[in-house]
């Protein structure tokens, strides 16, 4: 048996905060707004897997409202929402990404990006993808005032 979840995310970028995408800090000179570290990328991913498992969304898991999460590495929160996955008999068969950014440019990041997702999520490198795109200009994305992110991901039943 297999299934699918989407999921997306966006954050406001604002100065003196660290910027972190899959889980790699990106030089910048800005970061991201976020109660845990904002990472848009894996909070994407959450949200497919979540959806996918059909457990809602990281707002519910990890509600803004609990100290545990301030400030906490979003790696941490794909490790827990994994775990969920695999209780349920899953595995990750194949994510694709897609972030939306006009500031930095994320070409000479995304191998790494890639590297670390495949390692936190235990899939080969060839079955995540990630993507990055411009808005064009246009609206908030397009001003440099945030990045967003969307992710699918395909999850199988384990033998």
């Not at 699918?4 to 990106?26: A, N, P, Q, S």
């Not at 990328?41 to 498992?53: P, T």
Request: overall charge negative; glycine content about 10%.
């Amino acid at each position: 048996m297999i299934r699918i979840g989407i999921g997306y995310d966006i954050h406001r970028l604002v100065e003196d905060r660290k910027l972190f995408i899959g889980g790699v800090e990106i030089p910048y000179i800005k970061g991201l707004l976020g109660y845990s570290d904002a990472d848009v990328l894996i909070h994407a991913i959450c949200d497919a897997l979540l959806g996918a498992i059909a457990e809602g969304d990281i707002g519910e898991l990890f509600p803004d409202t609990d100290p545990q999460y301030q400030g906490i590495a979003s790696s941490e929160l794909l490790k827990t929402v994994l775990g969920l996955v695999h209780k349920k008999g899953y595995k990750v068969a194949n994510l694709d990404t897609t972030i939306i950014a006009e500031e930095p440019k994320l070409l000479p990041f995304k191998n790494k990006i890639r590297e670390n997702l495949s390692k936190i999520m235990s899939v080969d490198k060839d079955c995540v993808g990630v993507k990055a795109k411009t808005n064009e200009g246009l609206g908030e994305l397009g001003r440099k005032e945030g990045i967003a992110c969307y992710a699918a991901v395909l999850i199988k039943k384990e033998s």
